[in-house]
Nanobody
Framework: QLQLVESGGGSVQYGGSLRLSCAVS????????IGWFRQAPGKEREGVSC????????NYADSVKGRFTVSRDNANNTVSLQMNSLKPEDTGVYYC???????????????????????WGQGTQVTVSS
């Protein structure tokens, strides 16, 4: 059974760092684009970052560029999101998701549209206090 499990969330103060991990089981991570999304209370889910199946291409939301870094270890079926210089507006539930779109896989790219993603983790809470 295909499963994604996030971990690494928690509470930090303004300027702090967290590293989120997404462990994938049930299928081989290789070539599947992976996205990170977040949802704050009362707000829509938004794309934070994504990484192509090979790891050679990544995208970031403007709000996190220069602060967040996405990476993947296909051998160990994990994807990570390093979050530095955290701000209160980064608070929310963070989700990782896998995209089975064959075209994107062949093109070695990813997108940050949540409707594109087929498989989702349960989310991990990130809280940043000022």
């Amino acid at each position: 059974q295909l499963q994604l499990v996030e971990s690494g969330g928690g509470s930090v103060q303004y300027g702090g760092s967290l590293r989120l991990s997404c462990a994938v089981s049930g299928f081989t991570l290789l070539n599947y684009p992976i996205g990170w999304f977040r949802q704050a209370p009362g707000k829509e889910r938004e794309g934070v970052s994504c990484i192509s199946g090979s790891g050679g291409s990544a995208n970031y939301a403007d709000s996190v560029k220069g602060r967040f870094t996405v990476s993947r270890d296909n051998a160990n079926n994990t994807v990570s999101l390093q979050m530095n210089s955290l701000k209160p507006e980064d608070t929310g539930v963070y989700y990782c998701a896998a995209d089975s779109n064959m075209i994107l896989r062949l093109q070695k790219r990813c997108v940050m549209t949540h409707d594109e993603y087929d498989y989702w983790g349960q989310g991990t809470q990130v809280t940043v206090s000022s």
